[in-house]
């Protein structure tokens, strides 16, 4: 980064900062990983200069000999890894591939039928907050009060009740397997559409360590960043049927010229899922996941919904340690442990001091961490929440993680 030192060392100096950051702390926010090198030089490579309004074939502007092939590549090694009759590369990220897929489908004002945020659900389900719960009459559903799992007879009665345009399945805080065919059974049955958004689970999806949508719903979005590795960025894909809608809908509906520099880097994202060793990391991921979830049930803390199929834990923090999220993430981040405050099920705390905290294990199997480090991790959490309010033993902690990481660098 020679030009970059030379033209804005202040931007130059934080970006080396951030990179010392990433290395020196073990970080647990489910929706971060760590792209290749690979991954990085596509990123930042000379596409980004690249105007291509259109798709392939179909441009505005001259100059697309590249980017058509480019574009095609990632869009068909997208439908390989997925099994997916169509995929769309050219959504910014996640969230406008869910806007994108409403507007392809339904009009302004249509129910649709969401997991609830506060159960797991992400904002662009229909939350108040989101233009997706301003445009459409947006129904949520929640998890069993008892068992915090999705209940899927419940949400079949919902959806009789509602009588829903739309389903929308997929979760940001969901621990356990979405049986997505059961999803598909339900919206069959009041003749709504489904709506898969696999933004967190997508690289479990892609190596088949958690089941696919892919084949019974009408529409699958989904980030490119989060378990899939790649850069920022989002992904649709459709059945045959949708293709046309789902295209319109991106461009010229809903954006301008597609990031080809992030279509470039998706290309080789999906190339690295493709191969044999993506399906290790990704039963790494759960192998991980479920060893957290087994130390820190050890140490009593209790776990939404008991424990963990996925990349993902959600810790009930007041009924663990009597002491809310946030303060929580607080006392990790100062040792070096990086995750985030979360509402859990039926949360009786508001939405910046909840009661859990999410960790998710996608950084750390990608840095080549496993069970034993785990049960490391855990006994620092463990260590840091009691000790939270003596900054010397925080500041131990951080150099122990500090240490340990060196043994774990970032890509
Ligand atoms: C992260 C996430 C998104 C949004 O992705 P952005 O890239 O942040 O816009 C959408 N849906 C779900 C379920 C998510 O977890």
């Known amino acids: 980064m020679s030009s970059l030192k030379v033209t804005d060392p202040e931007v130059y100096d934080l970006v080396r900062a951030e990179e010392s950051r990433q290395q020196d702390s073990i970080r647990l926010i489910a929706s971060e990983n760590d792209t290749s090198q690979a991954v990085m030089e596509a990123t930042g490579s000379v596409f980004t200069n690249k105007y291509s309004e259109g798709y392939p074939g179909k441009r505005y502007y001259e100059g697309q000999e590249n980017t058509d092939k480019v574009e095609v590549l990632a869009r068909e090694r997208a439908e390989e890894l997925y099994g997916a009759e169509h995929a769309n590369v050219q959504p910014y990220s996640g969230s406008p591939a869910n806007l994108e897929a409403y507007y392809a489908l339904l009009e302004v004002g249509d129910p649709i039928l969401g997991m609830g945020l506060p159960y797991g659900g992400h904002l662009t389900h229909g939350w108040g907050v989101n233009f997706s719960g301003r445009f459409f009459d947006a129904h949520h559903y929640a998890v069993d009060e008892e068992t915090e799992r999705l209940d899927y007879d419940a949400i079949a009665e919902q959806a009789r009740e509602v009588e829903p345009e739309m389903i929308v399945c997929g979760a940001s805080a969901y621990p356990r397997t979405i049986d997505f ?223 340990f990481c060196t043994d774990y660098p970032t890509p």
């Open 181 to 403: 065919e059961r999803f598909a059974e339900i919206a069959n049955d009041v003749d709504a559409y489904l709506l898969a958004d696999i933004a967190h689970i997508s690289g479990l999806v892609a190596s088949g360590v958690h089941p696919s949508p892919v084949p019974v719903a009408d529409v699958v979005t989904t980030t490119t960043h989060k378990t899939l590795r790649g850069p920022r960025g989002g992904l649709i894909l459709c059945k045959d049927e949708h293709a046309k809608a789902i295209d319109k809908a991106v461009f010229p509906a809903l954006q301008g010229g597609p990031h080809m520099h992030a279509v470039a880097a998706a290309a080789v994202a999906f190339k690295e899922a493709l191969e044999p060793d993506f399906t290790d990391y990704s039963e790494q991921i759960v192998a991980n996941s479920r060893a957290m979830a087994e130390e820190l049930k050890r140490r009593d803390f209790r776990l939404v919904a008991g424990g963990s199929d996925n990349h993902l834990v959600l810790i009930d923090m007041v009924a663990s340690r009597d002491i809310g999220g946030k303060p929580a993430s607080t006392a990790l981040s100062e040792a070096g442990i990086v995750s985030n405050a979360n509402s859990i099920p039926f949360d009786e705390r508001g939405p910046f001091d909840p009661s859990g905290l999410r960790i998710g294990t996608s950084s750390v199997t990608t840095r080549g961490m496993e069970e034993d480090e785990m049960t490391q991790i855990v006994e620092w959490i463990d260590a840091a929440i009691e000790a939270r309010e003596d900054e010397d033993a925080l500041a131990n902690i951080r150099r122990e993680v500090r240490e």
